[in-house]
């Protein structure tokens, strides 16, 4: 004996039928418009207030909750120097600085950064003065389209940070050799998830290089 369907009062389908005639894709299409939607439709999270201390300001925000922090930074606040490469955590050109550690500012939402200072490449300077990185990156031409700009003198701010703190990479030989005399190699390692796509490495490089001898 088949089973039979009985979804419609008006229409009996069997296992046969479904195979035989397709009825599965019929059946589909005659479902009212939104009735599957609304079966697995899920209600709309409320808006979250924060605080966001963005390059020394006190923001007061109402958001999504599943907005990301690059997103909160670039749509709400307006900060546009922090770029969306790839909003997968892949390029780094989103990178920005939370209690001054690099993060990869498309992977983490603005509401897990509540009461947190955050700095991005325009809080870098010091007024008129360009911070030692941002210098560097402009005599060293350390871009050409300078679209993962932002997110490299970020990230090498970062990197520098991290070093001084003692925090390994993979290719670390010695922790105790002094920041002014990190390899090439290191400083490739420890940037490496900063791409560049225009290929300006050896600029990057020798950017990051002047501005750790300034900063030992
Ligand atoms: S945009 Fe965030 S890592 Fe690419
Ligand atoms: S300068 Fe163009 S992607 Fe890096």
Redesign the pocket.
Known sequence: MENTLSIFPTMEVTRRTVIETGTTALLLSSLPRGALAAETEQAEPSDISIELRVNGHLHHLTLDPRTTLLDALREHLALTGSKKGCDHGQCGACTVLVEGRRINSCLTLAVMHDGQSITTIEGLAFGQDLHPMQAAFVEHDG???????SG?ICSGVGMLAERRQGMPSYVTADLTQPLAEMSDNEIRERMSGNI???A?YPNIVAAIKQAMGEQT
């Open positions: 871009f050409q389209c300078g679209y993962c700009t490299q560049c796509r225009c300006a």
